[in-house]
């Protein structure tokens, strides 16, 4: 039997984030490098509220989860959103032989907006 003092209501990190590393996952994008965050941390809720950009500094997983949380079936369950995702790593880990996490920086690398520029004729005017 566990004694009071041996009871830790929050667990250090859950076992999705022990299963995958973060060291050597590379962002390409060095626009999107400062707002995707690799730093494995606590689910604390919500410690970006009413911040300029606080959300950037919250683990790129942890963003995942809580956007899986938004759709009809999980609103508020975290839990169970937090399954979805972790099935869906192994699942692209089996299938990739790749990380998972590395896999997620590139797909969002690949849907992020490019920063290039773009010479515009119109008639017979460059812009």
């Known amino acids: 039997m566990a004694e009071k003092g041996d009871y830790n209501p929050l667990p250090l990190s859950f076992p999705l984030l022990k299963k ?3 060291d050597n996952i590379k962002i390409e994008d ?3 490098a400062r707002y995707i965050c690799l730093e494995p941390k606590l689910f604390l809720g919500a410690p970006h509220a009413n911040k300029p950009f606080g959300k950037s500094k919250i683990f790129i997983v942890e963003r ?3 956007n899986v949380m938004r759709t009809e079936h999980y609103t ?3 839990m169970k959103a937090y399954k979805v995702v972790e099935s869906a790593f192994d699942i692209i880990a089996k299938k990739t032989k790749k990380n998972p996490i590395q ?3 590139d797909a969002i690398q690949n849907a992020a907006p490019k920063e290039e520029v773009t010479r515009l004729h119109f008639g017979g005017i460059s812009v």
Do not use: P
Request: net charge positive.
């Open 76 to 78: 508020g369950k975290k």
């Open 20 to 22: 995958y590393s973060t």
């Open 103 to 105: 896999v997620l920086i």
């Open 64 to 66: 995942l989860i809580n």
């Open 30 to 32: 060095r626009g999107l």
